[in-house]
């Protein structure tokens, strides 16, 4: 493939940063990568990964002549860092991220974007639950969605660039209103996530099981929701506080779907409990179908690599 951009930069370099260094790389969409992180000890596992072409704790220095670049730190370490490289971003850069949340980003870092660069905010819908540069690996973005949200009037070469971008990177992409991407996705992903969560923290909390009870027999049920609860806190933690307003509506609905459900226990209404088990059969068949899961025994779980064999929306 043919360069896309002379300079990619990517401020934080986790799961998703290394995956996008790894398959841009890869791929030969980039003349140069350069890397940042605050933290000394994530930047050396990214150098002995071999990741950038340079390395730096200055988010400054990295994009300093950049043509892309992604933020892929938590959320809530976006307007910081943003407001820190304002000022070395070169005119007709293109600045995205890869934050699941979009009307937050939109709201905080729209008003630092200096004259001249272009903001195409962005969600790849990937992931799984392990974190830092050495969980990454090229194929990560192969056959997943990625949902970019600019704004009205924002230049149409950008976006047709990024979208290059990450089409190459095996991604589908669509655009979409920030608003709208924020309550599919409390839905599709950040309810299932704060389940996860509670679940797992409920079987903690219990005091008529022992903890190694619950360790030693879980089941496929408990186990799955224990690797969605094993994603990164500080990541989800930054979800929840920035995307507040749909997570509550959609858990909302979600606990009152509950307790129609709590009451067909109660009552042996197991019509009831079928007819919602049958279709929501059919929406996991649906999704098999849409190719974003495997429909391999187990999950797949089976396959020898632990680190790509559960590819998770974030």
């Known amino acids: 493939m043919s360069v896309l951009f002379e300079k990619l930069a990517l401020v934080g370099v986790g799961l998703i940063g290394s995956s996008i260094a790894q398959a841009a790389r890869q791929k030969g969409l980039v003349g140069q990568i350069s890397v940042a992180t605050r933290r000394a000890k994530t930047l050396d596992e990214a150098r002995n990964l071999g990741l950038a072409d340079s390395y730096s704790q200055d988010a400054c220095e990295a994009v300093a002549d950049a043509d892309l ?11 910081p860092v943003m407001k820190d490289i304002a000022g070395a971003l070169k005119p007709g850069a293109i600045v995205s991220d890869a934050g699941s949340v979009k009307g937050h980003v939109v709201k905080t870092l729209a008003p630092l974007i200096p004259e001249g660069v272009h903001f195409v905010p962005g969600h790849p819908m990937a992931g799984t639950e392990h974190s830092g540069p050495g969980a990454g690996f090229p194929e990560l973005f192969e056959g997943r969605w990625c949902i970019l949200t600019p704004e009205a009037g924002t230049d149409k070469k950008a976006v047709e660039c990024l979208s ?38 409920t079987a903690d909390d219990m005091e008529t099981v022992s903890k190694s009870e619950v360790i030693k027999f879980s089941a ?32 909302g609905r979600f606990l009152e779907d509950l307790s129609v459900l709590q009451r067909a226990v109660r009552t042996s ?31 797949g779980r089976t396959q020898p690599d632990p680190v790509r064999r559960d590819i998770k929306d974030r």
């Open 69 to 79: 670049v992604i933020l892929c730190t938590p959320v809530g370490a976006f307007e």
């Open 164 to 201: 290059a971008f990450w089409e190459a990177l095996g991604s589908d992409v669509e655009l979409m209103d920030a608003t709208h991407h924020d309550m599919v996705v409390a839905i599709t992903s950040h309810v299932p996530h704060l389940v996860a969560y509670n679940i797992v923290g």
């Open 220 to 251: 496929g049920g408990f186990r799955d929701f224990t690797r969605i609860a094993a994603s990164d806190p500080v990541m989800w933690r930054d979800v929840f506080l920035t995307n507040r307003e749909a997570v509550l509506e959609m858990l």
């Open 269 to 299: 209404d197991g019509d009831a409990l079928e007819t919602l088990f049958t279709r929501t059969r059919a929406i996991r068949r649906s999704i098999i179908d849409a190719g974003q899961e495997t429909a391999a025994p187990d999950f």
